[in-house]
């Protein structure tokens, strides 16, 4: 049996998870997008672009979920973080299509890490959504990695 204290921590930690990944999804969505408007290779502004999207449907699944958790309300918004530290044109001196694979491929591993910490949360839910979009983030690596032997060799 859980002592009331022990549930409100555990929602807590569920409830801190899913903003932190809310956050991740706002920064992924709006580098992808940075990427896509600098990106000169045919490809590369689809390949972003898709990715912005998919990390948007993402954050509608785990905005679903605070809201049961934490009954936030509707209206409530993450913005991009401007002072991340990868896929920022002001820290990035020269946006060539290499550089821009490079940088997205560091914010992925970046969140990554955090979907793997939310993969071993107390939520079945949290567990299940952060798997799944670990599964996407892998994909999106794998095409910009492709695109990327394209541009430069020493990108693989």
Request: charged share 30%; net charge neutral.
């Amino acid at each position: 049996r859980k002592l009331p204290g022990a549930v409100f921590k555990w929602k807590m930690s569920v409830r801190e998870t899913l903003k932190k990944l809310l956050q991740i999804c706002a920064d992924m969505q709006d580098s992808f997008w940075e990427a896509s408007a600098h990106a000169r290779m045919e490809r590369l502004p689809a390949v972003f672009e898709e990715a912005a999207i998919q990390w948007n449907g993402f954050a509608d699944k785990i905005f679903a979920l605070l809201l049961e958790v934490n009954h936030t309300s509707p209206d409530a918004s993450w913005k991009a973080n401007p002072a991340r530290s990868w896929m920022n044109p002001a820290r990035v001196p020269v946006m060539d299509d290499a550089a821009i694979c490079e940088e997205c491929l560091t914010g992925l591993e970046m969140a990554s890490d955090e979907l793997r910490k939310a993969a071993v949360a107390d939520d079945l839910r949290v567990r299940r959504a952060a798997t799944d979009q670990l599964g996407a983030a892998t994909g999106q690596k794998a095409v910009i990695h492709k695109c990327a032997a394209d541009i430069d060799h020493r990108i693989v």
